[in-house]
């Protein structure tokens, strides 16, 4: 077996003290190979968006081994794990900054890095995402949804990092314009040879996008199924097939036959 | 392409086009406010008061004239004498300069520190956060008055000093405003964002929160200064400001109020201009405030 590019293992996240503790992440344990696509299904509250952040780094507060690239990662995280793995966060309107013109959001991580070449870079990566240089000095406000998720993306990928961590980088937007981004991602993941990790709550886009997938629940994983199974419907987990059923649209039958799963 | 057309351009060409859109944008805005427009109007015309204050005074600021003092309004004397004969117009014009000194050095200062420590505070939180904020309390705890004349009477009074004493007592609110600010901003995803670019603290602090806090400051500060030269004029009627002979305003004011009575314009008229240079601050501020709303 090849080596793990992301490892996962009983990964523990708790907010909050004493009698107030919540455990929002339980025994998370789970592996993603090199340019594969892993996708985190669950409902609201199950605890895939925690994972993802305590994986980036913006949440230190987490017990558990977490590695990339074989790499045992710490709570604190230096500039050459940012360099690798990168974030695509869910709302565009609230992750560009309303001041910083498309130019100035995409020089910044050069500069932190000290690339260099910053002009070159931008233009690439712009084009990489479909947007032509007459983006590059507008500020936010002068885009659309789907236009600042494309700079969102390209923000990431300039430091050309080998994983990109996707939450939900699809549900702020138009349905029409969902279909543009999730294919610009599928393609960026060719081209480059990305790792993904993708959260979300929307299985058809997981299995758009993703080759395996966990189904998460109240903090655990339920289940660990490749995208083929779940395509058949042949999940092991009976919370995985209310899952599914669930998302095949509303049916009062349905819904009513559902279980709550502690 | 007009210069308007240009300016408007939803594609700009270049990092400078893009911010000259910006603040043409702001102006338009801020032209459409007529309140806002006559008190920009009332601060450009202190400001040329104070550069051409030689060509428009009619006689010396320090110039007495005994035989001549206390006189009503004329052709020869604008605003009247005051009781050394002093022309009070003169004076008034020449008081322009220590009114926008005092206003200009005090909102130099006093907003940058606050906006400093409160961005500070709030972003780091904890122990930074409540330390700076126990210190800013204390601060707080005083009437401004109160403490500017505690700090002026230790520093010995003078125009120095008392601006001094102002910037001290006043950075405490800006702090708190920078700080809530801060929090606001502190968990939003665009700073997540730069925090996963492996930015360091100090450069989110400047370069991404910073930003963000100046257009509430900038506000806050242009309505303060009405506040602001009511304190170095109340300074200066207490005698701890500006010192005789120089024609500050409070000053003005202070040795004026013996004469209210039989002769009021040596203490109104200075208080006049106190009165419209306050209110053209004020309308200032309002009309920035619509402007620089990062709501908008």
Known sequence: ?262 | MTAREWLLSDTPQSRSQARMGRLYGGWLTFTGNRLAMVGLGIVVALMLMALLAPLIATHHPFAQDLANRLQPPSAANWFGTDQYGRDIWSRVVYGSRLTLYIVLLVALTAPVAGLLIGTISGYLGGWTDIVLMRITDVFLAFPKLILALAFVSALGPGIENAVIAIAITSWPPYARIARAETMTIRNSDFISAVRLQGASPTRIILGHVIPLCTSSLIVRVTLDMAGIILTAAGLGFLGLGAQPPLPEWGAMISTGRQYLLDQWWVATLPGIAIFVVSLGFNLLGDGLRDVLDPKN
């Open chain 1, 1 to 262: 077996m090849t080596q793990a590019m992301i490892g996962i293992e009983d990964l523990d996240v708790t907010f909050g003290y004493g009698a107030a503790t919540v455990h929002a992440v339980q025994n998370v344990t789970f592996q993603v190979k090199p340019g594969e696509s892993f996708g985190l299904v669950g409902e609201s509250g199950s605890g895939k968006s925690t994972v993802l952040r305590a994986m980036s780094g913006l949440n230190p507060d987490w017990s558990g081994n977490v590695s990339l690239d074989g790499q045992t990662l710490g709570r604190q995280r230096d500039k050459a794990f940012y360099k690798r793995c990168q974030m695509v966060f869910q709302d565009p309107y609230g992750s560009l900054h309303p001041r910083h013109t498309v130019d100035r959001i995409l020089a910044e991580p050069v500069a932190i890095h000290g690339l260099g070449d910053a002009d070159k870079r931008i233009d690439r990566t712009l084009r990489e995402v479909g947007l032509g240089p007459q983006f590059r000095f507008r500020f936010p406000h002068q885009l659309s949804g789907g236009q600042r998720q494309r700079v969102a993306i390209a923000r990431a990928l300039i430091l050309e990092p080998r994983v990109l961590l996707l939450d939900e980088p699809t549900s702020a937007l138009d349905v029409s314009v969902q279909a543009e981004i999730l294919n610009l991602l599928k393609r960026l993941r060719a081209e480059h040879g990305l790792t993904y990790i993708l959260v979300s709550h929307n299985l058809a886009v997981v299995a758009y996008m993703c080759d395996r997938l966990a189904v998460m629940n109240r903090g655990r994983v339920v289940e660990e199924l490749d995208v083929e199974s779940l395509r058949r419907g042949q999940a092991q987990q009976d919370y995985t097939r209310q899952l599914l059923l669930a998302s095949q649209g509303y049916d009062r039958a349905v819904a009513d036959s559902f279980k709550d799963f502690a």
